[in-house]
């Protein structure tokens, strides 16, 4: 066989395949609509039959799909066959897990069948990456100056990323645990050390948050959901160093600026720190998954700084002066710098985007509120007697 006609046999098997396949969307079209028109005419027994072969065969769209296990709910209520109906709306929410039956387009029934039912998903994880700010607050001034040294702190932008689960208690409020890696820093300047020379200090640290709060979400059938959290947070602190830049003012009006390479001063840090937080953003909705915003404050519970520590040099160190015991070394920061750090803690301010996930469950509630739909149906019973 040429090429030619190998080209011309796939075209024809091609379009032969695509025409049958249109053919039987538009085939099971119309036993979807005669199955309906056969439901408005109260010939209900033969609908099953009707429409099995086109959800056997997955012949249906979606929309087509759930159109015709909602019709299989109402006729199986009908007919009193409480099981199969059961089964119905069960496949018709593993074909659209946001389905929500509601009184203005479902039959009442349905909707008190509904409400046996959810699809929430009992865990969603989300990812997040975004920008973080810290915030420096002194607890306890500490010196190498015999007198009060004027300090001002600054920000400096950095960045995290982290992932979480939520724990769905209800369809409104969630239990979430996150772990989160961060970059954080500050940057602190000194004045009058000396009677007039200046430091400035740009401090660099690599956190990892576990927060866990309690989430409170609007989960109405809209694009856009605001939702909104409080909680606690442990805070391990993995790297941190400083760098330093000492202003020596000289009479006159000249200056000489020493500055010396990053410096790690964990040593001289609490790793393990706490903080509270609180937080709100909103949600977009994005096929079945969402798109989020986040902004976020915490606030730190423990001061970081370790008070046994920070006037000595790091233990394993080999550039160090000897002060005092022989067992004791100054820290460089002292010797090079005239710098001792505060008692302090650190907020942080951060702003994050990120993707959620939802693990649809459709399922039997076990203890379904029907209450309020049943009332309905005993009024819509009585008015019409």
Same mark, same amino acid.
């Given at each position: 066989?040429?090429? /030619? =006609?190998r080209?011309?046999? /796939?075209?024809?098997?091609?379009?032969?395949?695509?025409?049958?396949?249109?053919?039987?969307?538009?085939?099971?079209?119309?036993?979807l609509?005669?199955?309906?028109?056969?439901? !408005?005419?109260?010939?209900?027994?033969?609908?099953? =039959?009707l429409?099995?072969?086109?959800? /056997?065969?997955?012949?249906?769209?979606?929309?087509?799909?759930?159109?015709?296990?909602?019709?299989?709910?109402?006729?199986?209520?009908?007919?009193?066959?409480?099981? =199969?109906a059961?089964?119905?709306y069960?496949?018709l929410?593993?074909? +659209?897990?946001?389905?929500?039956?509601?009184?203005?387009?479902?039959?009442?029934?349905?909707? %008190?069948?509904?409400?046996?039912?959810?699809?929430?998903?009992?865990?969603?994880?989300?990812?997040r990456?975004?920008?973080?700010?810290?915030?420096?607050?002194?607890?306890?001034s500490?010196?190498?100056?015999?007198?009060?040294?004027?300090?001002?702190?600054?920000?400096?932008?950095?960045?995290?990323?982290g992932?979480?689960?939520d724990?769905n208690? /209800?369809d409104?409020?969630?239990?979430?645990?996150?772990?989160?890696?961060?970059?954080?820093?500050?940057?602190?300047d000194?004045?009058?050390?000396?009677?007039?020379?200046?430091?400035?200090v740009?401090?660099?640290?690599?956190?990892?948050?576990?927060?866990?709060?309690?989430?409170?979400?609007? !989960?109405? +059938?809209?694009?856009?959901?605001?939702?909104?959290?409080?909680?606690?947070?442990?805070?391990?602190?993995?790297?941190?160093?400083?760098?330093?830049?000492?202003?020596?003012?000289?009479?006159?009006g000249?200056?000489?600026?020493?500055?010396?390479?990053?410096?790690?001063?964990?040593?001289?840090?609490?790793?393990?720190?706490?903080?509270?937080?609180?937080g709100?953003?909103?949600?977009?909705?994005?096929?079945?998954?969402?798109?989020?915003?986040?902004?976020?404050y915490?606030?730190?519970?423990? !001061?970081?700084?370790?008070?046994?520590?920070? %006037?000595? =040099?790091?233990?394993?160190?080999?550039?160090?002066?000897?002060?005092?015991?022989?067992?004791?070394?100054?820290s460089?920061?002292?010797?090079?710098?005239?710098?001792?750090?505060?008692?302090?803690?650190?907020? !942080?301010?951060?702003?994050?985007?990120?993707?959620?996930h939802?693990?649809?469950?459709?399922?039997k509630?076990?203890?379904?509120?029907?209450?309020?739909?049943?009332?309905?149906?005993?009024?819509?019973?009585g008015?019409?007697?």
């Amino acid at each position: 066989m040429s090429n /030619t =006609a190998r080209i011309l046999l /796939t075209g024809l098997l091609f379009i032969s395949c695509t025409f049958q396949v249109f053919a039987q969307g538009g085939e099971c079209d119309l036993t979807l609509t005669h199955s309906e028109s056969e439901f !408005n005419a109260g010939h209900f027994y033969s609908i099953p =039959a009707l429409l099995n072969e086109c959800l /056997t065969n997955k012949n249906f769209t979606k929309e087509q799909e759930v159109r015709a296990y909602l019709l299989l709910c109402q006729v199986y209520l009908i007919i009193d066959d409480p099981i =199969a109906a059961e089964d119905s709306y069960l496949k018709l929410l593993k074909v +659209d897990p946001e389905y929500v039956a509601n009184e203005v387009r479902d039959p009442i029934d349905v909707v %008190y069948l509904s409400k046996k039912f959810t699809a929430t998903p009992i865990f969603t994880p989300h990812f997040r990456v975004g920008f973080n700010s810290s915030l420096y607050s002194s607890i306890y001034s500490v010196s190498t100056e015999p007198y009060g040294v004027p300090l001002r702190s600054g920000i400096r932008l950095n960045g995290q990323v982290g992932a979480g689960v939520d724990w769905n208690i /209800t369809d409104n409020i969630s239990l979430c645990l996150e772990g989160d890696f961060a970059s954080r820093g500050y940057k602190l300047d000194r004045t009058d050390i000396s009677n007039g020379d200046g430091l400035s200090v740009v401090a660099d640290q690599f956190w990892l948050d576990l927060p866990f709060y309690i989430k409170f979400s609007d !989960n109405r +059938d809209r694009k856009i959901r605001p939702f909104g959290y409080v909680g606690v947070a442990a805070n391990y602190l993995i790297s941190a160093s400083n760098v330093y830049q000492y202003t020596d003012n000289k009479p006159g009006g000249s200056q000489l600026v020493s500055e010396g390479p990053s410096e790690s001063v964990k040593y001289q840090r609490n790793v393990m720190n706490r903080s509270w937080l609180i937080g709100g953003g909103v949600k977009y909705k994005w096929g079945k998954d969402f798109l989020f915003a986040d902004v976020r404050y915490m606030g730190g519970l423990s !001061n970081m700084a370790s008070s046994n520590q920070i %006037y000595y =040099a790091d233990p394993t160190a080999t550039d160090k002066g000897k002060i005092g015991n022989p067992n004791y070394y100054i820290s460089n920061d002292i010797t090079r710098y005239r710098y001792v750090s505060d008692l302090f803690r650190l907020d !942080n301010i951060s702003i994050s985007f990120g993707y959620i996930h939802p693990i649809y469950n459709p399922r039997k509630i076990k203890n379904a509120n029907t209450k309020g739909v049943s009332r309905k149906i005993r009024k819509k019973g009585g008015s019409s007697t």
